[in-house]
């Protein structure tokens, strides 16, 4: 069974920094891409970053781009999110999630949330 479990969110003032984490287990993860993926208050999901299976390929989104750094662990079935900077409006819940040969989304973990306010 896939099972992707995110850890690492809190609540953290404007500025501040976190390190998410989405530990994997029930497949070979070190031959699937990951996504990183946010959903706000009220809003629809937001795609923030994607990292290739060897983590030699890295994506982000335009909104995150030099404040969010991906990267995974293969030794340890893990894949990360470093945040800095943090902003109100990265206040969201932020899941992980496992793409399939096809790029397609195939998993989600259940998200951790990430609350942005002084």
């Known amino acids: 069974e896939v099972q992707l479990v995110e850890s690492g969110g809190g609540l953290v003032q404007p500025g501040g920094s976190l390190r998410l984490s989405c530990a994997a287990s029930?497949?070979?993860?070190?031959?699937?891409?990951l996504t990183w993926v946010r959903q706000a208050p009220g809003k629809g999901l937001e795609w923030v970053s994607t990292?290739?299976?060897?983590?030699?390929?890295?994506t982000y989104a335009d909104l995150v781009k030099g404040r969010f750094t991906i990267s995974r662990d293969n030794a340890k079935n893990t894949l990360y999110l470093q945040i800095s900077n943090l902003k109100p409006e990265d206040t969201a819940v932020y899941y992980c999630?496992?793409?399939?040969?096809?790029?397609?989304?195939?998993?989600w973990g259940k998200g951790t949330p990430v609350t942005v306010s002084s």
């Open positions: 999630a496992k793409l399939s040969y096809s790029s397609n989304i195939d998993y």
């Open positions: 029930g497949f070979t993860f070190s031959t699937y891409f």
């Open positions: 990292v290739s299976s060897t983590g030699d390929t890295i």
